[in-house]
């Protein structure tokens, strides 16, 4: 009986498990899994908040019950996430709070504090490509001596609150080279829309004519690369979000 008294009491200490997962452009999901104190599934209601803000967001789903475990997959939309939360962000850990119930069960209180990176992240680049997406890239201006080139790119913020671009950084590569670098710094993206942003090169010319060749001079492009990130500012701290695309590199 002590036994079971303290395997009991050690499941119950468990934090919550967390895994996202990438939905459409407008959803993704969040399968929280914790202790079951009835040890039935059902049809779940409750509500959850982060780092102690008083929004909480209203969530349901089929909950299953396993091994002394309650899991809750959820489908949430970027547009439902409160502004509140994203005040509050911190870029190591968060608190966490989830109050519900169980159809016919026992009430499900989780609370704690867990690390980012201890939270399981499933199709990350993926989801990226669908708001940070690639116009153009090509090059604006050749002479014999220099060239001028830009990227322009597609960024959709999918939140109901306006984000801050603090700065950016980048370089393009064709064939192996580095054709070019740049930075930018200050913009605003605004909510539920697609944003253009322009992202001047700082041409090496040499090695633009060494990888490029008359491809690039004769108006027919080359595959290239842009890579980089955008510094996304919020007040508890600075978010990279990576870019990566594949394009090609055209004359205008």
């Known amino acids: 009986m002590a036994l079971k008294l303290l395997v009991a009491l050690a499941l119950a200490a468990l934090p919550i498990r967390i895994d996202i997962r990438p939905g459409s452009t407008d959803t993704f999901s969040a399968t929280l899994v914790g202790p079951a104190s009835g040890g039935r599934g059902g049809l779940f209601s409750g509500r959850v908040s982060v780092n102690g803000s008083p929004v909480e967001l209203p969530v349901s789903a089929r909950a299953e019950a396993s091994a002394g475990r309650l899991r809750l997959p959820l489908t949430l939309r970027y547009a439902d996430i409160p502004h509140d939360w994203a005040k509050r962000f911190r870029s190591e850990t968060f608190d966490y709070r989830v109050t519900g119930s169980v159809s016919g069960g026992a009430p499900v209180e989780w609370s704690g504090r867990s690390r980012w990176d201890s939270v399981g992240v499933e199709g990350e680049r993926e989801t990226l490509r669908r708001f940070v997406r690639l116009v153009t890239l090509e090059v604006t201006d050749v002479s014999f001596l220099s060239s001028d080139a830009r990227a322009v790119v597609g960024v959709r913020n999918p939140f109901s609150f306006p984000l801050t671009v603090a700065s950016s950084r980048y370089r393009v590569t064709a064939g192996g080279r580095v054709l070019g670098r740049g930075m930018t710094r200050g913009m605003i993206l605004r909510p539920r829309q697609e944003s253009t942003v322009l992202l001047p090169l700082e041409v090496e010319h040499g090695a633009l004519i060494a990888a490029a060749g008359g491809a690039v001079l004769s108006g027919e492009g080359v595959p290239a690369r842009l890579d980089g990130a955008l510094?996304?500012?919020?007040?508890?701290?600075?978010?990279?979000?990576?870019?990566?695309?594949?394009?090609r590199l055209s004359v205008r």
């Open 231 to 247: 510094t996304v500012r919020l007040p508890g701290g600075d978010v990279a979000v990576p870019i990566e695309l594949a394009g």
